[in-house]
């Protein structure tokens, strides 16, 4: 359990080694959304981080989320990060605001019908393999451009986005490749599209390769260990 605002001091020096890195490269922390991964945080680290100013948190596990979130009132966004079982959509569409772990046109249609069941628009994005690594969720990349173009076409979702993880490595290369992969498959996205302004998102880049993230054009980080402390590990 973090100290009485820990929490709040560690998003302050977070944001302000943020805002250098995204000065680095000419570019301004304003341009820049921090999703604060809360998964296996208690409620009362989430609200800590929401008075310093976090507005968007992340999980990974639908209960999880339901366990801390259902029932009370709050002042920031909730994004599912995390693979999302179709027996689980139902649940998913009551509780976030977006969900960027799509990551097949399957679940896309699933989340588009339960959507206008619950008769509301939801924010989706894509997840994207683009380490090509097995265990990993996501479409390959080459899937990307026109699965963008076939869930354009859906009714009840709005495709924001594009989102990966990078490869876990020390290797900065495989990192910067990774993440230029994505940026590229969004400006085709972009490009083939240009009438979808609500594409915008490029969700990419973590704790350890954040900085490397938004020198490759990241507009979305998702930040856990360095705003809450190391990982609460859940028996």
Same mark, same amino acid.
């Given at each position: 359990?973090?100290? @009485?605002? %820990?929490?709040?001091?560690?998003?302050? @020096?977070?944001?302000?080694?943020?805002?250098?890195? %995204?000065?680095?490269?000419?570019?301004?922390? @304003?341009?820049?959304?921090?999703?604060?991964?809360?998964?296996?945080?208690?409620?009362?680290?989430?609200?800590?981080?929401?008075? %310093? =100013?976090?507005?968007?948190?992340? #999980?990974?596990?639908?209960?999880? &989320?339901?366990?801390?979130?259902?029932?009370?009132?709050?002042?920031?966004?909730?994004?599912?990060? =995390?693979?999302?079982? +179709?027996?689980?959509?139902?649940?998913?569409?009551?509780?976030?605001?977006?969900?960027? +772990?799509?990551?097949?046109?399957?679940?896309?249609?699933?989340?588009?019908?339960?959507?206008?069941?619950?008769?509301?628009?939801?924010?989706? $994005?894509?997840?994207?393999?683009? +380490?090509?690594?097995?265990?990993?969720?996501?479409? &390959?990349?080459? #899937?990307?451009?026109?699965?963008?173009?076939?869930?354009?076409?859906?009714?009840?979702?709005?495709?924001? =986005?594009?989102?990966?993880?990078?490869?876990?490595? #020390?290797? #900065? &290369?495989?990192?910067?490749?990774?993440?230029?992969?994505?940026?590229?498959?969004?400006?085709?996205?972009? &490009?083939?599209? %240009?009438?979808?302004?609500?594409?915008?998102?490029?969700?990419?880049? $973590? +704790?350890?390769?954040?900085?490397?993230?938004? @020198?490759?054009?990241?507009?979305?980080?998702?930040?856990?260990?360095?705003?809450?402390?190391?990982?609460?590990?859940?028996?």
């Amino acid at each position: 359990m973090n100290g @009485e605002g %820990a929490v709040i001091r560690n998003c302050r @020096e977070f944001l302000e080694k943020l805002g250098e890195a %995204a000065k680095r490269c000419g570019r301004s922390i @304003e341009d820049i959304t921090v999703v604060a991964v809360s998964k296996t945080r208690p409620l009362e680290d989430v609200l800590e981080a929401a008075t %310093a =100013g976090m507005k968007h948190f992340g #999980e990974n596990r639908v209960q999880e &989320a339901e366990r801390k979130y259902v029932g009370i009132s709050r002042n920031f966004r909730l994004h599912m990060i =995390g693979h999302l079982q +179709s027996n689980k959509v139902r649940d998913a569409v009551a509780l976030f605001d977006v969900i960027q +772990s799509v990551d097949s046109l399957r679940l896309a249609e699933i989340l588009d019908r339960e959507f206008d069941q619950a008769e509301k628009t939801g924010e989706i $994005m894509l997840e994207v393999n683009t +380490s090509g690594e097995p265990q990993k969720y996501g479409f &390959a990349p080459q #899937e990307v451009v026109a699965a963008a173009g076939n869930i354009f076409e859906l009714t009840n979702v709005r495709l924001t =986005g594009l989102m990966t993880v990078g490869p876990l490595t #020390e290797d #900065e &290369a495989a990192i910067r490749d990774s993440f230029g992969e994505l940026r590229q498959l969004f400006d085709k996205v972009k &490009a083939e599209h %240009a009438g979808r302004e609500e594409f915008g998102s490029l969700s990419m880049g $973590m +704790s350890d390769d954040y900085e490397i993230a938004v @020198e490759e054009g990241a507009t979305m980080i998702r930040v856990g260990r360095a705003l809450f402390g190391p990982r609460i590990t859940q028996g």
